[in-house]
């Protein structure tokens, strides 16, 4: 096992800024062998769980680099990697009807996606409504994941690349699994707030830990992310977040865009020590369907609510 250790600031609450937390455990990395255990706190003035633990914005890339299967994309699974395509496009498909839902767009939108990865969801939302997209994400990402038409700038709030400052005002912000993973959660919504266009509209999607999958895997779990996920919200927790950034909740539901079955399937990997800059995801790809197949009435459809996801739509105003 290559073993090295991370260099670590220690973080006061994300949401309320106390810093009064009151230790709920320690954990190892997930999906990532290092030396060294990650402290996560329960606020006890706002009631946030979040994580003590920082690892530096300096070394931040080293947790998301081979290791990572999210910025790979299909490739990572080989013979398999046409099944995984046609999943994640499913994915992009639930998250732009759940923005179209709210709101329309044409060309005269700019919709900015907080934690973008791989563009592929942007790609899809402009493809269908002709929408200006851009894209920002705390990482650099892979070459081949640059999509045509499609910006993406790299950049962690509070220091805004250029290129998004310019294409406000938003029509739309989306954050898909992203929020959990920002340091000061109410600076960058509040600044994105005064950002909107009048009518504008911001969906963000984060792990539930009042969900089942939660209560099932314990430490393992994937929605702690040990140590990516600054803040482990739960439905009241989250809603403190974005109120006090100075949102309104038009919807807030227990149900994502992503299978529960992944909150399963990565912690069992994890614990079984899988890393996928080393072992070759090919192999696992069978067991993974295998297992959503099995799992499906409870764990495969996205619209079986609290499993793990949550759900919440804001508006400027
Ligand atoms: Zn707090």
Not at 181 to 197: E, G, I, N, Y
Not at 222 to 245: C, I, K, N, Q, Y
Not at 250 to 263: I, K, M
Request: a negative charge; aromatic letters at 8%; one cysteine or more.
């Amino acid at each position: 096992m290559d073993e090295r250790r991370l260099p670590i600031t220690y973080a006061a609450c994300p949401s309320c800024g106390a810093d009064d937390g009151e230790t709920l455990f320690e954990a190892p990395a997930q999906l990532i062998d290092l030396d060294q255990r990650f402290r996560f706190a329960t606020c006890r003035q706002c009631g946030l769980v979040y994580l003590v633990d920082h690892v530096d914005a300096a070394a931040m890339g080293t947790l998301y680099d081979a290791d990572y299967p999210l910025h790979r994309g299909p490739a990572l699974w080989g013979p398999f990697a046409r099944f995984v395509e046609d999943d994640n496009a499913r994915v992009d498909a639930a998250r732009v009807a759940r923005v179209l839902s709210q709101t329309t767009l044409g060309p005269d939108d700019v919709v900015l996606d907080v934690g973008c990865g791989r563009p592929t969801f942007l790609e899809a939302l402009r493809d269908r409504t002709g929408c200006r997209a851009i894209g920002i994400d705390a990482v650099s990402l892979p070459p081949d994941a640059a999509v045509a038409g499609i910006m993406t700038a790299q950049g962690v709030p509070p220091d805004w690349p250029q290129e998004v400052v310019e294409a406000a005002p938003f029509s739309v912000v989306t954050m898909w699994h992203a929020l959990e993973h920002d340091p000061q959660p109410v600076a960058t919504l509040a600044w994105l707030r005064d950002r909107m266009r009048l009518g504008g509209v911001a969906v963000i999607e984060v792990p539930d830990l009042e969900g089942a999958t939660a209560r099932w895997m314990g430490k393992r779990w994937p929605g702690w992310h040990t140590p990516r996920h600054a803040s482990v919200f739960t439905v009241e927790t989250l809603r403190a977040v974005v109120e006090r950034a100075g949102w309104r909740v038009v919807a807030h539901e227990r149900t994502g865009t992503l299978a529960p079955f992944v909150l399963v399937a990565l912690g069992v990997l994890d614990a079984v020590g899988f890393r996928f800059g080393r072992h070759p995801a090919p192999l696992v790809f069978p067991v993974w369907a295998l297992g959503m197949a099995l799992t499906w009435p409870w764990l495969g459809r996205r619209t079986r609510a609290g499993m793990g996801l949550q759900t919440i739509v804001l508006r400027p105003e």
